[in-house]
């Protein structure tokens, strides 16, 4: 993340948004890490889980370092070290997009899907979500020298990881069927956070915004659709081959867990 320069918008004098996007990030890295120290500290989660799930926790939460730690360095002006640690992020990128799939296949094959999720749709939304969020990332990497483009697009990525973290917080089971789509869209908040000062101080509303919008809209659009088609159900059954799912309704919500 970087300031905004004279000439990223037409040429039209800019502020200088660093001291902006490093609260923002703070903000964001800190919700994103509430979400899971309060299932911790509520019983809900534990450290006996198996070996993948460490893996993903440990590079998910290295992410929310990488951002954190990428936002003050621009901030600070730093500017060397922010381009190293961002080559260093392209490959923590790829751990992401391999650990990301593998625990959404292995959620779904040990049958620990939570009970307001239809697994046959959580398979295709959370690699749809982690796409996306990646997809931004690329282009904020693509536009790195439009530092207007380049903060706001990897904010907006950021944004697009942050549902599991409010699906933490979140009444999840009161939002069936649709709590995935809530829980999505929750870290919205965000978003328009930042385009209403984009809209006071810049004038006008950033269309990365919009884009981090449309991107997670669509990504959550698709999922639903292709979690309802045929692609959908093979996909699920060729997950679930082998283990005790296999043959099951991938649509039908698991039961609840036993008190």
């Avoid at 207007?148 to 979140?170: E, K, N, T, Y």
């Avoid at 829980?183 to 981090?212: M, N, Y």
């Amino acid at each position: 993340m970087a300031s905004v320069g004279l000439a990223d918008t037409g040429g039209r004098a800019q502020t200088d948004d660093r001291g902006f996007f490093r609260t923002l990030a703070t903000v964001m890295a800190i919700m994103q890490v509430s979400g899971f120290v309060v299932q911790l500290a509520m019983g809900r989660s534990s450290f006996g889980a198996p070996l993948i799930v460490h893996l993903h926790a440990i590079a998910f939460m290295g992410w929310v370092a990488i951002f954190l730690a990428q936002s003050w360095l621009a901030a600070s002006g730093a500017m060397a070290r922010h381009r190293l640690l961002g080559r260093i992020a392209l490959f923590w990128a790829c751990a992401l997009l391999v650990l990301g799939v593998l625990i959404t296949v292995e959620t779904i094959r040990t049958g620990r899907t939570p009970f307001f999720f239809q697994p046959q749709h959580f398979l295709l939304a959370n690699p749809a979500t982690l796409f996306g969020a990646l997809g931004l990332l690329a282009a904020a990497v693509v536009l790195r020298k439009r530092q207007d483009w380049h903060a706001r697009l990897q904010i907006g990525s950021f944004v697009m990881l942050m549902g599991p973290s409010f699906g933490r917080l979140l009444p999840m089971p009161l939002m069936t069927p649709y709590a995935f789509e809530i829980a999505a869209l929750a870290p919205l908040v965000f978003v328009v956070f930042a385009a209403s000062r984009d809209r006071r101080v810049q004038k006008r509303i950033h269309p990365a915004w919009a884009l981090t919008a449309a991107v997670l809209v669509s990504a959550l659009v698709l999922a639903r659709l292709l979690a309802h088609s045929p692609v959908g159900a093979a996909l699920y059954a060729a997950a679930v081959a082998g283990t005790g799912a296999a043959g099951s309704n991938g649509m039908a919500f698991p039961p609840p867990p036993m008190p």
